[in-house]
């Protein structure tokens, strides 16, 4: 079993920042950010998988980043220009076979989720 281990959310102004982190307790290949505002349905907002990949959401794309550091089993999410829109619970997920284009196509499952954790932007 994987555990993920989710820190940094919060709350933030809009235009503000904030660094999501999530450490996997071992290698996975595709680790991602999720995220479930109230009342709606789950949505991928950025994966990464190791060889460097990248692919987000096109409602974040050029605000949020994120990235791996393999040595150390964790990604992070970097989130800046956060709108209240933004607002949700956010959820890391790893698998250890997915690619980053894999992982934001509608249906894909991933092996692994973290808690989730709180994101709150105020106008």
């Known amino acids: 079993q994987v555990q993920l281990v989710e820190s940094g959310g919060g709350s933030a102004q809009a235009g503000g920042s904030l660094k999501l982190s999530c450490a996997a307790s071992r290698f996975m290949n595709c680790m991602a950010w999720f995220r479930q505002a109230q009342g709606q349905e789950r949505e991928a907002v950025a994966a990464?998988?190791?060889?460097?990949?990248?692919n987000y959401a096109d409602s974040v794309k050029g605000r949020f980043t994120i990235f791996k550091d393999n040595t150390k089993n964790t990604v992070y999410l970097q989130m800046n220009g956060l709108k209240p829109d933004d607002t949700a619970m956010y959820y890391c997920?790893?698998?250890?076979?997915?690619?980053?284009?894999?992982?934001?196509?509608?249906?894909?499952?991933?092996?692994?989720w973290g808690q989730g954790m709180q994101v709150t932007v105020s106008s």
């Open positions: 997920a790893a698998d250890e076979i997915l690619t980053a284009y894999q992982a934001l196509e509608v249906g894909v499952s991933f092996d692994y």
């Open positions: 990464v998988d190791s060889d460097g990949d990248t």
